[in-house]
């Protein structure tokens, strides 16, 4: 939890409970953490000596011992439609990726876990840079308070808010960044943070079985997944992952987090990215409809994006309003996602896909300039 200074706790690692406890073991009071939260993530505020509702002894001690370690916004695309792109630089050299989407009454962030992704799915550009290493809690955060401030929307009223919905579908697979991930979205749902709603926060995941029961334990958000097969053998090609947690496993699992037991009926979403004669045909359209039988599911059908190196086509508009028909006429809710952002390559599966190049060029310019 202290930052990599050593000296200095970033006090964007923290949850309430958390924060709580640290200004605890400062000797402060505990509402101190809820007042220093609606400083940082609903005022924007970084500088301690202007959160002028502390001890004045507070405000000249917090600086010693606590500071607001943001990564470095390095660059910004903004799409045709709208669709932002920031490129951020961690203490490490790392680069992440967050995504703003607006679109009529709402608007989506899209942020990373983990910087590269272990799970090597075929078809996704993440997956083939390789993985480096989880996010902190400071560095998810980072995301949306860095996006906050760049759409203005501190000091943060209704009608100045324009992150509306969190979506876990940057780089990473975010339930193998468990416990940052987490506490993160504690932030993000905390009515002194974000104040999202859990159905607005997203997580999607490969199918990482046992951290799904773990999430509707710690934090019942929304669920993804990215299913993107509707038989074992193609998903042990598409997403490696299935080797470890098959089909059964992964739709039992699924059962268990919509809480059909329970009669909560929590709807999942399955992403599935569609390629061409490898996942799109009539036949593939009702072993889908057969797997999800008895779950209450929405079908994301995704245009896949072009990835320099991978033999995959986007498959043709045609076969897949043939699935989406197929889908539809069983009962089940399919929606086939418009591509956003795909002149800056925002687009799912590219994220990041160039990443690497360019913090290692602004690395460079940086040493040089
Ligand atoms: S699709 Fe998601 S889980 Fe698979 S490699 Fe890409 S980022 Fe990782």
Redesign the pocket.
């Known amino acids: 939890m202290t930052g990599t200074a050593g000296r200095r706790v970033n006090l964007l690692d923290f949850d309430r409970p958390g924060l709580e406890a640290w200004f605890a073991a400062l000797g402060e009071k505990p509402f101190r953490a809820v007042q220093v939260m609606k400083w940082i993530h609903q005022q924007g505020v970084t500088d301690f000596g202007a959160m002028s509702n502390l001890s004045k002894a507070l405000r000249q001690r917090l600086p010693e011992v606590a500071e607001l370690r943001l990564p470095e916004v390095i660059s910004e695309q903004i799409s045709d439609d709208g669709t932002r792109k920031w490129m951020l630089r961690l203490p490490d050299g790392g680069a992440v990726e967050t995504v703003f989407i607006p679109e009529a009454g709402r608007g989506t962030l899209c942020v990373s876990s983990q910087v590269g992704?272990?799970?090597?799915?075929s078809?996704?550009?993440?997956?083939r840079q390789g993985f480096n290493r989880n996010l902190g809690t400071g560095e998810i955060l980072g995301q949306i308070f860095l996006a906050a401030r760049l759409l203005g929307q501190f000091p943060c009223t209704p009608a100045r808010r324009r992150i509306t919905n969190v979506v876990f579908?940057g780089?990473?697979?975010p339930l193998l960044n468990f416990d940052n991930v987490v506490r993160a979205i504690n932030v993000m749902l905390d009515e002194n943070a974000y104040g999202l709603s859990r159905r607005r926060v997203t997580v999607?995941?490969?199918g990482v079985v046992p951290a799904m029961d773990r999430l509707k334990e710690a934090s019942p958000v929304s669920l993804a997944v990215?299913l993107h097969a509707p038989d074992d053998r193609l998903r042990d090609q598409l997403?490696p992952?299935n080797r470890t947690y098959p089909l059964k496993e992964l739709l039992a699992a699924c059962k268990r987090f919509a809480g059909e037991e329970s009669g909560s009926h929590e709807q999942i979403t399955f992403e599935y990215v569609m390629l061409d004669g490898v996942n799109d045909s009539s036949a593939q359209a009702h072993a889908l409809v057969r797997l999800l039988a008895g779950i209450p599911a929405k079908v994301n059908l995704i245009p896949w994006n072009p990835v320099a190196g991978v033999d995959y086509r986007r498959a043709k508009p045609q076969a897949v309003e043939r699935f989406r028909a197929i889908l539809q006429r069983a009962g089940l809710i399919t929606i086939t996602r418009k591509t956003r952002g795909d002149d800056i390559d925002a687009a799912c599966?590219q994220?990041v896909g160039r990443v690497a190049a360019r913090a290692a060029r602004h690395r460079r310019e940086r040493a040089t300039g």
Not at 117 to 121: K, Q
Not at 123 to 127: P, V
């Open positions: 992704c272990p799970l090597e799915c078809f996704c550009a993440t997956g579908m780089m990473g697979e999607s995941t490969a990215s997403v992952l599966g994220l």
